[in-house]
């Protein structure tokens, strides 16, 4: 099955600079690609997500890029703001099931004023 | 609010105990998937539901069950529990079908004592 690899476990940047974050998987099925924020106790909330046939997407003042002969993807996140910390997850799924995502581990990210 | 309800969304039992989670998806979403999110296991998919049959099982135990039912609610029985069983248990729903995003409850968190 799909295994989802995430680094950094934990991040920590200063106000204003970026933070990135990186995942690899496993099985070249996989075609979709999302990234979810997770607050204390809180629900993932989709922040942004990828599909195979693009290599890149951008939301304002985050990205998110695809490089699937690698079998990675990454986020970045520009400009950081101390709303912006949460821990944050990449998943994997194939067309099949979009919603049964295999997760990376999570990134604990922290944004210091 | 994201629009998928669960229920309770605190509980607190014993060992040896079962508890029912209750999950109502959001308005015409079909499909309704159960994750477990635990600090060693991270967030791992047990089930899919589709508009009341079975469509994927993940590392769901043999001593949970799930069903969704023709108003497409879900219930998710957690048996003999225990300690190991606490966790944050979110239910998540999209219409699955073309690339439809995956969206969470505010899930239920169960303490096993």
């Known amino acids: 099955g799909e295994n989802v690899e995430q680094h950094p476990s934990t991040l920590s940047v200063q106000e204003g600079d970026s933070a990135v974050i990186k995942c690899t998987y496993s099985?070249?099925?996989?075609?979709?690609f999302p990234w979810y924020k997770q607050e204390l106790g809180k629900r993932p909330q989709l922040i942004i997500d990828?599909?195979?046939?693009?290599g890149e997407k951008k939301d304002q003042r985050i990205a998110v890029t695809l490089n699937k002969t690698a079998k990675h993807f990454s986020l970045h996140i520009t400009e950081t703001q101390p709303e912006d910390s949460a821990v944050y997850f990449c998943?994997?799924?194939?067309?099949?099931?979009?919603?049964?995502?295999?997760f990376g581990a999570g990134t604990q990210v922290v944004v210091t004023p | 609010d994201s629009g998928v309800t669960q229920t309770p969304k605190h509980l607190i039992t014993a060992t040896g105990q079962r508890v029912t989670l209750r999950c109502s998806p959001r308005s015409g979403d079909l499909s309704v998937y159960w994750y477990q999110q635990s600090l060693d296991q991270g967030l791992q998919f047990l089930i899919q539901y589709y508009n009341g049959e079975e469509r994927a099982k993940g590392n769901i135990l043999e001593r949970f069950s799930a069903q969704q039912f023709p108003d497409l609610h879900s219930e998710l029985n957690l048996s003999s529990l225990e300690l190991g069983d606490s966790a944050l248990y979110f239910c998540a729903s999209n219409r699955d079908s073309g690339a439809n995003v995956l969206t969470f409850g505010a899930g239920s968190r169960l303490t096993v004592l």
């Open positions: 099985d070249s099925a996989s075609n979709y």
């Open positions: 998943a994997a799924s194939t067309t099949d099931s979009w919603g049964k995502l295999q």
């Open positions: 990828i599909r195979s046939n693009v």
